[in-house]
């Protein structure tokens, strides 16, 4: 395979996975960072690092996995070049919260905003086990930490989603 | 396993289907359990944010001139990439009316497509069966006689379709995630193919009902088939 042509298929590549993946890349940072500029910024540098490293990526199946590590890296890299705090969900306008919504619905502007509230620790796993589809064995490996503490982790933020939800109707 | 227990398994994961004998003697635990399923649709529904147009990066030209092959890799399969597929299929090929917040769907078959896309969850790539006894709690022997020979199965819950519960079913294909639903009061008059750029699947008259497998578009179904329908025998 001459040069070009092997240009031409490597971009393929990435276009197609990007393709699949960009839906999962994005809320992924949205919920990592709760900043819905600062997720397309963390989404165009993880797209960078990919296609440079594409040729690291030697089986397809392993895509999701490898960009979500991407992305997880990459939002790292965000704020400790930033040095930015985390965006204070109390203080979120409501027109904030309603364009990081996909569709306007009270009940769930009120579930999201109590998933705004998680910390950073109890919201992580949660996203990766709930819209990524991740084991709780996946999301240590991904955090780095043991399952039971991912376990721990997901139990009490249910329990504390619950009660904020209770609250609510209360 | 005592009911601190149990509710801090089923907080940890909902999907759990472990604690059945705990489950089966305590009301107050069934009832935790439901709960914790029905807040998990709604954390499910809340993390769905509105995604933006992808806008690629510049991307800076590599140097390929030493690259003579590149590596071998298998097509994706992932629940993303079938949902999408899914959802393409239905959008480009079939169409559907929407009427109010529910669906109508002209036909059986673009119900099922529908079906895939509502449950990406169920086509993730594993090796992880499904216990004996979740797969005997979804297929009872009141439905029907089903073994082990279809496949490994990775995925068994009751779904609704054209208005009645019935078996779904996901076993690993060669390709990725293959479905199966057992609609044993599914009549249907002939065999019905279901094409899409990204899909292929077939809906199978069998006796008084119907089973409709579907897989990824080069999955080769025919193994597969012979495998379901010989696994397979209606109770009714």
């Keep these: 395979m001459n040069s070009s042509n092997v240009a031409a298929a490597r971009q393929r590549r990435f276009d197609e996975l990007v393709g699949v993946f960009h839906q999962d890349m994005y809320r992924y940072a949205a919920w990592l960072c709760r900043d819905r500029t600062i997720a397309e910024d963390v989404v165009q540098e993880s797209l960078l690092r990919a296609w440079k490293s594409l040729d690291s990526l030697r089986e397809d199946a392993a895509a999701k996995h490898w960009l979500l590590t991407i992305v997880r890296r990459e939002n790292a890299r965000y704020f400790e070049r930033r040095r930015l705090e985390t965006v204070d969900v109390d203080n979120l306008t409501p027109s904030q919260e309603a364009s990081l919504a996909s569709q306007p619905n009270e009940e769930l502007d009120d579930m999201r905003a109590a998933i705004y509230r998680l910390e950073d620790d109890y919201r992580e796993p949660l996203v990766l086990q709930v819209l990524m589809g991740y084991s709780t064995n996946e999301i240590a490996e991904l955090m780095g930490m043991k399952q039971g503490a991912v376990l721990t982790r997901l139990h009490r933020a249910r329990h504390k989603l619950k009660d904020e939800m209770e609250d609510e109707v209360a | ?236």
């Design chain 2, 1 to 236: 396993m005592n009911c601190e227990k149990y509710r801090e398994a089923i907080a940890a994961e909902p999907s759990w289907e472990g604690g059945e004998t705990h489950l089966s003697e305590c009301a107050a635990c069934r009832s935790h359990r439901d709960d914790m399923r029905a807040l998990d649709r709604r954390i499910a529904q809340a993390l769905l944010l509105r995604v933006p147009d992808l806008e690629m990066p510049d991307l800076p030209g590599l140097d390929t001139s030493n690259v003579v092959t590149l590596p071998a890799r298998r097509r994706i399969a992932t629940p993303a990439w079938f949902a999408i597929a899914a959802t393409v299929v239905i959008a480009s090929f079939i169409g559907i009316r929407m009427v109010g917040n529910n669906v109508a769907y002209p036909s059986l078959a673009d119900e099922i497509v529908a079906h895939l896309d509502h449950e990406p969850r169920a086509l993730r790539v594993t090796d992880e069966p499904v216990s004996d006894r979740q797969l005997a709690r979804i297929v009872p022997a009141s439905i029907a006689e089903m073994n082990h020979e279809a496949g490994l199965i990775t995925y068994a819950r009751t779904c609704p379709i054209n208005g009645k519960k019935v078996p779904h079913l996901v076993i690993q294909g060669k390709f990725g995630p293959v479905t199966i639903l057992l609609m044993p009061d599914e009549m249907i008059d002939g065999a019905v193919q279901i094409d899409g750029q990204s899909i292929n699947g077939v809906i199978l008259p069998v006796g008084s009902g119907s089973i409709a497998i579907i897989g990824e578009a080069d999955e080769n179904l025919d193994s597969i088939q012979n495998n379901v329908m010989n696994s397979v025998a209606w109770s009714t």
